[in-house]
Structures are given as structure tokens and as C-alpha cells.
Nanobody
Framework: QVQLVESGGGLVQPGGSLRLSCAAS????????MGWYRQAPGKQRELIAA???????NYRDSVKGRFTISRDDAKNTLYLQMNNLKPDDTAVYYC????????WGQGTQVTVSS
């Protein structure tokens, strides 16, 4: 079965950096367009970055220039490098395949606060 396990979150000051990881199993990872999503308190989950199998990327405007999505197909792992973090980036972060009905993982909490 499909399993997605996110990690790497934490508490960071504004301007700081974090690197999130998503370990995937039960899928043909290398053929899949993957995305990072986030859900802030009281808000809907939103897609913030996507990466195709051919390494094309797309970012939500609010994170463009600060976040970088990448993947290691040999490790079935998706990454999100987050720089210059802002308080508005505080959310639970998830990964998933785009257009897939895979179950969501537990997510990883990112809190940006001084």
C-alpha cells in the first residue's frame, strides 16, 4: 500500500531555513509528479510546489524564490528546502502525488516564530 512519511519540520525563527523530507513507498516514485502541500490553522490544504518526473517545477507565488523542491528517485524521497522562512509559512506540511487519491501522511509541523 502507499505510504508517505514526512519529516524535518520544527520551530525556526523568521529568516531561518528547514529541509523537509518525504519518504514514499508502495508507488512507482520515479514516474510520478510529486508535490508539497501545506495546511495552516483554519485554512484549506494548498499545493505549494510540484516536481515532475522530468524535473519540471512549479511553485505557488508565495514561496517562489524561497523554497526549492527536489527528489532522489533512488531513495524514493522528495525534499523541500525552505529558506527565508516567514511566520505565514507556519503550517503542517504534506507530500503527495498530484492527481492521485493516495492517503495523506501525518505531515510535519513547521512553526516560524521569534
Amino acid at each position: 500500500q502507499v505510504q508517505l512519511v514526512e519529516s524535518g519540520g520544527g520551530l525556526v525563527q523568521p529568516g531561518g531555513s528547514l529541509r523537509l523530507s518525504c519518504a514514499a513507498s508502495g508507488i512507482i516514485f520515479s514516474d510520478t509528479t510529486m508535490g508539497w502541500y501545506r495546511q495552516a490553522p483554519g485554512k484549506q490544504r494548498e499545493l505549494i510546489a510540484a516536481l515532475t518526473a522530468s524535473r519540471n517545477t512549479n511553485y505557488r507565488d508565495s514561496v517562489k524564490g524561497r523554497f526549492t523542491i527536489s527528489r532522489d528517485d533512488a531513495k524514493n524521497t522528495l525534499y523541500l528546502q525552505m529558506n527565508n522562512l516567514k511566520p505565514d509559512d507556519t503550517a503542517v506540511y504534506y507530500c503527495n502525488g498530484l492527481g492521485r487519491s493516495w492517503p495523506w501522511g501525518q505531515g510535519t509541523q513547521v512553526t516560524v516564530s521569534s
